[in-house]
């Protein structure tokens, strides 16, 4: 199928609620105040609306904290936390912390793998996971540039700059959009779609809802050197039968979409379904820090005791911040001789934190993580064995997430090293990896050490089974060689006079 012809709306008409879903996430996740305050509607110069006193969504979200406008004469005070933030980066570092491990059985194409693997692979996996919890997916693609490397890297495509197009439930075509200009309302875009064995680039000339006409890939900086290597139907062509592009979903079932024609198989954001405690927790911090401000001690004296700023006819200012203010001129009372008047609010912390930790809670809790992940539970040293079990929640969820992460990623490396095959001439033989993925927790060496000592001291584990629990990332002949040489330093290795050979022995181990 080829790219659009234009003249059609843009983006497609049957994805806006995803993608106006997508913008709900992208707020929050981004955790710009006024970015939020834009999205409900409370932002700068908002008034009381009619919206807030109806029923239904839009009354609702109307009357968000988010939503609700300053009181007239009032500046914004609203406060953000940004634990939507916290929880898109807790699920990244908690699947790629530690890169899974590429293996195939070729040994040119892996001595390449391992090459490829250092162009940045981990970076990109990292940024993809983050986009992925706030998005709901994440699109992984093979990009070069004989300028700037020889060879392909992987690059994250955000999903809501795509539109993607499933076949029971698999991903078979995509097209990547962007924005390349917009000036008095005309929008250029690049559109990139990627088909089996082959990826088409266009350039449209639009509107700000329009796609517009299709113009050369010559009338723009970015997209002039395409013009010199695609063929007359705009394509160029990968040489790998499969897609160049993979679909990376969160996790599914999506609730929110799944009888939304083209959107049923896309994944759902960890912030889907969170939003109104997300917003609670926003108000309950601002209530708190409200009360801090409205509890600071202030003396009211008389207005005898203070200098006025300014000249009569100037008019009077309230400073919030100051200590003193001038009480009513008017005669103390009978019988008062204390001039002086504290005013000092109580500051609701007990019940601000309690409301706060428990909406934190309910919003990890929603987003499918413990609380211990996010620091909950203090800073005391615990075995990898007592982190798991605290966090099992968390690593439920990382699991869960790994069964849609590791399919789709081994199909991006095998497009990663079809790319190589077909632009730089390697030598490789394109297939997808096996991936090993690590724990994702250390154990403390201290531990290890400590438990390895007391095998050797009962006589329960060889030497060689105490440096494969030391580095369990060795292959043998590294182990055999450690062993070799913590046997040669004791002593323990020593010809056996008995046998013939240069067979050694140590401690009651044959070498």
Not at 45 to 52: D, E
Not at 173 to 201: D, K, Y
Request: glycine fraction near 10%; hydrophobic fraction near 40%.
């Amino acid at each position: 199928m080829p790219l659009p012809t234009g003249g059609q709306p843009w983006p497609p008409p049957e994805l806006r609620p995803v993608l106006n879903q997508m913008v709900v996430w992208d707020a929050w996740w981004s955790g710009d105040p006024d970015r939020l305050s834009s999205l409900y509607g409370g932002g700068p110069g908002a008034t009381t609306r009619p919206a807030q006193y109806r029923g239904g969504v839009v009354g609702t979200v109307a009357r968000w904290f988010w939503g609700k406008p300053p009181a007239a004469g009032e500046q914004r005070t609203k406060l953000h936390v940004p634990i939507a933030a916290d929880i898109c980066q807790t699920s990244s570092d908690l699947l790629f912390s530690e890169p899974p491990a590429a293996s195939v059985e070729d040994e040119t194409t892996q001595a390449r793998l391992d090459e490829l693997a250092d162009t940045g692979v981990h970076a990109a996996l990292l940024e993809a996971a983050e986009l992925a919890a706030a998005l709901g997916g994440v699109f992984l693609r093979p990009a070069w540039d004989a300028d700037l490397s020889d060879r392909p890297w992987l690059s994250a495509v955000h999903a809501d700059a795509a539109i993607p197009e499933f076949k029971w439930g698999r991903l078979a075509a995509v097209t990547f959009w962007e924005e390349l200009s917009r000036e008095g309302g005309i929008v250029l875009r690049r559109l990139e779609r990627h088909e089996p064995g082959a990826i088409l680039h266009g350039l449209y000339e639009g509107t700000s809802d329009q796609l517009g006409r299709s113009v050369p890939l010559t009338e723009h900086a970015s997209t002039r050197p395409l013009a010199t290597v695609v063929n007359a139907d705009g394509a160029v062509t990968t040489g790998w039968p499969g897609l160049t592009a993979v679909y990376v979903p969160n996790m599914r079932p999506n609730r929110m979409w799944r009888s939304v024609p083209g959107a049923a198989h896309l994944g759902r954001s960890d912030l889907a379904g969170v939003e109104p405690l997300l917003d609670a927790l926003d108000e309950t911090y601002s209530s708190w820090m409200r009360d801090i401000r409205l509890g600071k001690g202030r003396i009211h004296v008389p207005s005898a005791y203070l200098q006025s700023a300014g000249g009569p006819g100037q008019g009077a200012v309230v400073d919030l911040d100051r200590e003193a203010y001038a009480e009513l001129n008017m005669l103390p009372r009978a019988g008062d001789s204390n001039m002086l008047t504290v005013s000092q609010f109580a500051i609701r912390v007990n019940e601000h934190r309690d409301t706060a930790a428990d909406l934190v809670q309910q919003i990890l809790r929603g987003a499918g993580y413990s609380a211990q992940t996010f620091g909950s539970s203090g800073d005391a040293a615990v075995t990898a064995t007592e982190v798991v079990a605290r966090e099992r929640r968390s690593y439920l969820t990382r699991d869960r997430k790994i069964v849609y992460w590791g399919p789709a990623l081994a199909d991006a490396y095998a497009a990663l090293l079809a790319v190589d095959k077909a632009v730089f001439g390697s030598r490789v033989v394109p297939q997808p990896p096996a991936l090993e993925w690590q724990d994702g927790v250390s154990e403390d060496p201290q531990a290890i050490a400590t438990t390895a000592g007391l095998l050797r001291q009962a006589e329960a584990a060889s030497t060689d089974t105490l440096v494969r629990m030391q580095h369990p990332d060795w292959d043998d002949a590294t182990v055999k060689s450690e062993v070799d040489a913590i046997l040669a330093e004791s002593g323990r290795m020593t010809a056996d006079p008995t046998m013939t050979g240069n067979q050694m022995f140590g401690g009651g181990e044959a070498v």
